[in-house]
Nanobody
Framework: QVRLVESGGGLVQAGGSLRLSCAAS????????MGWYRQAPGKQRELVAS???????NYRDTVKGRFAISRDSAKNTVDLQMNSLSPEDTAVYYC????????????WGQGTQVTVSS
């Protein structure tokens, strides 16, 4: 079981920046992917960005060039730096961990609200 604790988020004006952080603890696989998803009211949860333990990244097209994901393997943390935020980025953001060795082992954070005002 892997526990994820998120921090960051909040209210920001359009064009502003926020940084989300997620700390993982527990039985963390040496080969995994960690990332951030978001869910806006009435919409499905969607991938924002992810990074494997090997360093490969994946970004949603709409955030490319504005968001940057980073990891600290020693601390088991994953951060999401969000720049040039727009009201369309408003959502609850969830940290995600997925074991790439054992299928089905996945954990979610509790979610943190990001609100971008116009």
């Amino acid at each position: 079981q892997v526990r994820l604790v998120e921090s960051g988020g909040g209210l920001v004006q359009a064009g502003g920046s926020l940084r989300l952080s997620c700390a993982a603890s527990g039985s963390i696989s040496s080969w995994n992917v960690m990332g951030w998803y978001r869910q806006a009211p009435g919409k499905q949860r969607e991938l924002v960005a992810s990074m494997t333990s090997g360093g490969s990244t994946n970004y949603r097209d709409t955030v490319k060039g504005r968001f940057a994901i980073s990891r600290d393997s020693a601390k088991n943390t994953v951060d999401l730096q969000m720049n040039s935020l727009s009201p369309e980025d408003t959502a609850v953001y969830y940290c995600n961990y997925r074991n790439l060795i054992v299928s089905g082992r996945e954990s979610w954070g509790q979610g943190t609200q990001v609100t971008v005002s116009s």
